[in-house]
């Protein structure tokens, strides 16, 4: 995959990125081996299609050629990538801000496909929440109903990449929910 070598947490050789959003800027020089090792694991398993990851975040870009295959398809019985709780809510959960997508792609870009870069797991089931507009901007209600419907809808992992202000009791008895659904 011709991007893999600007994931430093994939494996850090020391490489120079030169690209991207960093903020003091670019080049930027890694540390050699300062990174998960990820190698070693793949040699043991790359599949983990079998768990559901939900991405509650500013949805997923669902036609990436790193993430199309590797996308929750809820069946019939759901929407079939997820859902958008922005604005009326829709069954159509794309990402127009970046960041829900760049956190997928971390989670379960195909991997060893000669295409972009790769994933923990190359092979995935990702469900797409959308709970942040464009700006990456949101509101505890939304996020609450994206936590209930990875819940609802068989996610055994929850990933949040949010910031956020004070804390909400509504937002504690979802997540309290989430742990409880295991």
């Not at 996308?71 to 859902?83: Q, R």
């Amino acid at each position: 995959d011709p991007d893999y070598g600007q994931l430093w947490a994939a494996k850090n050789n020391g490489q120079v990125i030169s690209t991207g959003t960093y903020p003091s800027g670019f080049p930027v020089t890694g540390t050699a081996g300062d990174d998960m090792n990820l190698e070693a694991a793949w040699n043991v398993q790359t599949d983990c299609s079998s768990v559901i990851v939900a991405v509650v975040d500013s949805g997923v870009n669902y036609n990436s050629t790193d993430l199309a295959g590797n996308m929750w398809n809820g069946g019939g019985a759901a929407p079939l990538h997820g859902w958008n709780f922005v604005g009326t809510g829709s069954s159509d959960p794309m990402d127009y801000a970046g960041h829900g997508t760049h956190v997928a792609g971390i989670i379960g870009a195909v991997g060893n496909n000669s295409t972009g870069t790769t994933g923990v797991c190359w092979k995935a089931s990702i469900m797409a929440v959308r709970v942040l507009d464009a700006t990456g901007s949101g509101f505890t209600t939304n996020i609450i109903q994206g936590l209930d419907f990875a819940i609802n809808n068989g996610a055994k992992i929850i990933n949040m990449s949010l910031g956020g202000g004070a804390s909400d009791p509504a937002m504690s008895a979802a997540i309290t929910r989430a742990q409880n659904a295991n």
